[in-house]
């Protein structure tokens, strides 16, 4: 996706392999205009891909936030696993 911050981290989980991708941009002046955009400051995107016995699971997941610090973007979506 242009112009969003791009992080990636790959680790061994559940019995099998987890890759972890997350994408945020404050580039959203659009979202700001439609109704139940004002005062967000960010979105986000995250996406785990498990691959286990030869089998690949995805599952995507956005966030909208008043968060404009974008190097956090991993943190935030992470601090559940922590």
Excluded: F
Excluded at 32 to 57: D, E, H, V, Y
């Amino acid at each position: 996706m242009r112009g969003c911050e791009y992080h990636k981290t790959l680790e061994k989980a559940r019995g099998g392999i987890e890759q972890r991708e997350y994408w945020q941009t404050d580039n959203i002046v659009w979202l700001s205009q439609k109704k139940g955009g004002a005062g967000l400051k960010s979105i986000a995107m995250t996406r785990n891909t498990i691959t286990k016995n030869s089998q690949i699971k995805r599952k995507n997941a956005q966030y909208a936030d008043e968060l404009r610090d974008r190097s956090r973007t991993g943190a935030i979506v992470q601090e559940p696993n922590a």
